[in-house]
């Protein structure tokens, strides 16, 4: 085990291109990281996993915690080692990661931050789970739904990746929350912050494993990087 690697499975141009299969079980993801977020086969919820536990928001805006048989499309894992960086009182999300980034000298790095506290806000969203023959993404756009809550305690697990890795991953930050009693989680839109302790831990490594058992994964055309850009804000 090292606190070194971010291990992701899979990589964003995938998604893009509607290869949507679920390529690593829940428990073999789980002997990469104890901590993550992703989403599960067909764009099935949202996913978070908070000290071995994998749980999905699914479009109901219900927690199910998931078996170790779940299948997984997409995710980012790591083995939770991070280190307090400071409180944040009063701020919304956005500025937050930035100032976090900045304090770290993230640029280059990827790193995940996590946030546990009170928000005054929260939006997430989650996605009605796609069924073989995938639909296009923007079909698959269509079954997101948002939630929203006021004034929930909950953690924020984000992971910022570099520019440079645009389409292999989601540059910048991608975030995914789980209110401690449950009640709210997903992919994170926006945040406004009440008070949070915020850690950090940067990854020498990033780890990115491709699934060479999946038919459409090995046949498929991955080369057009600028469709990325247009749609990766909608799938993850
Ligand atoms: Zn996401």
Do not use: W
């Not at 990746?161 to 389409?167: A, D, I, R, V």
């Not at 009693?181 to 997903?186: A, P, V």
Request: net charge negative; aromatic share 8%; hydrophobic share 35%.
């Amino acid at each position: 085990m090292s606190h070194n690697i971010l291990f992701q499975q899979g990589n964003m141009q995938l998604l893009s291109e509607g290869l949507l299969d679920g390529t690593i079980t829940l428990k073999e993801l789980l002997s990469h990281g104890n901590t993550g977020i992703g989403t599960g086969e067909g764009i099935d919820g949202e996913l978070i996993i908070i000290d071995g536990v994998g749980y999905k928001i699914n479009h109901h805006g219900e927690t199910e915690i998931l078996n170790d048989s779940f299948n997984i499309t997409f995710a980012d894992t790591h083995f939770d080692h991070y280190q307090l960086l400071t409180e944040v009182d009063d701020v919304n999300l956005t500025t937050c990661l930035n100032d976090i980034k900045q304090l770290i000298s993230g640029n280059n790095l990827f790193f995940s931050v996590k946030l546990h506290g009170n928000f005054k806000q929260i939006t997430t969203r989650s996605a009605k789970k796609s069924v073989k023959p995938y639909p296009s993404l923007e079909k698959v756009g269509e079954n997101q739904v948002e939630f929203t809550a006021k004034n929930v305690t909950g953690t924020l697990i984000s992971y910022y990746s570099p520019m440079l890795y645009q389409g292999v991953t989601v540059a910048g930050f991608h975030s995914h929350f789980l209110a401690d009693d449950l009640s709210i989680g997903g992919h994170v839109l926006t945040a406004e912050i009440d008070h949070v302790t915020a850690y950090t831990q940067i990854f020498r490594s990033f780890l990115q494993s491709n699934p060479i058992d999946d038919f459409d994964f090995i046949h498929a055309d991955l080369s057009d990087i600028n469709k990325l850009d247009t749609v990766i804000k909608n799938v993850e």
